[in-house]
């Protein structure tokens, strides 16, 4: 819990642009391109364990980007982007091999045990200075979850939850979100983890958590007895998450090409679509 139509234009945009380079230096393009995918060829990528593709997330691993706790099946968003990266690299779902690297962890300074994490994390200035990112894979705003019946289940304003008190997790964007867009007048509790935000919220410890909205889906299906998702709002320059690696990673232009692929070829679309659940018809705060 960290903290879409977007992308489509993206990459349309990126696609165009792509186009007219080649028009105009087809042989410098051609030449660049296979230098490219040979320094991609699987055999010549620089990874922690020779012949295995090594990916981390955090413990618990929550849906919709994973299920049942268990990232190697294959289902929720995220394994399921992680394992279209692979094929793209070149990897067999075999050849794939997981970890657990808890998320504040995963974009602290130094080296990393991983070829790369995937755990909704957010592209942040502060964070790029200690690892690299890729280029964004989705894109998600923030949601504010009550419980039914609380004093500001029915708001229509971000001004109107600013005498709320808030649950968030530490380093999270939706922290962030918290402190810079809504300005509550009490100062937000922070949590360890994410369970403990559930928590808190869940035994009437805080008014209201933040969350990205997809988990904010999530939490009020089940996790959270009567939870709401009372409105979404967007995040400071908005809330686009990245494949994470090691600073100067030699992989981190392999994994922005196959992501590229992913998203010109509409697999990318096709698992948002099939994963996540679309933010149409909740309230947008503002």
């Not at 279209?84 to 080296?111: M, Q, R």
């Not at 090691?246 to 992501?259: I, M, N």
Request: proline share 5%; net charge neutral; with cysteine.
């Amino acid at each position: 819990m960290k903290l879409r139509t977007t992308l489509a234009a993206v990459s349309a945009g990126m696609l165009a642009v792509a186009a007219i380079v080649l028009a105009a230096a087809p042989a410098a393009s051609s030449a660049a391109a296979s230098t490219a995918a040979a320094s991609c060829a699987k055999g010549s990528l620089s990874l922690v364990h020779a012949g295995q593709l090594t990916v981390a997330t955090d413990s618990p691993a929550y849906p919709p980007y994973f299920e049942n706790n268990k990232p190697a099946n294959g289902k929720g968003f995220e394994s399921a982007v992680a394992y279209a990266i692979a094929k793209e690299l070149g990897f067999s779902a075999g050849e794939v091999k997981w970890t657990v690297e808890s998320f504040d962890d995963s974009y602290a300074p130094g080296p990393k045990s991983f070829d790369f994490d995937i755990n909704e994390i957010s592209i942040t200035a502060a964070r790029a200075k200690a690892v690299d990112f890729s280029t964004p894979y989705y894109t998600n705003p923030q949601a504010v979850i009550v419980v039914k019946g609380s004093k500001f289940a029915h708001v229509t304003t971000l001004a109107a939850l600013r005498g709320a008190k808030f649950g968030v997790q530490v380093g999270t964007t939706s922290l962030t979100a918290v402190t810079s867009e809504i300005h509550p007048t009490q100062q937000p509790q922070v949590f360890n983890s994410s369970n403990d935000v559930i928590t808190a919220l869940r035994e009437h410890l805080v008014d209201a958590i933040v969350v990205d909205l997809a988990t904010g889906f999530y939490l009020t299906s089940g996790e959270i007895p009567h939870g709401q998702v009372v409105g979404q709002f967007n995040a400071p320059g908005g809330d686009n998450w990245g494949v994470l690696l090691s600073k100067g990673s030699k992989l981190t232009a392999c994994v922005d090409q196959a992501l590229a692929k992913l998203r010109s070829g509409g697999t990318l679309a096709s698992l948002t679509s099939r994963w996540m659940q679309s933010g149409a018809g909740v309230p947008v705060l503002k």
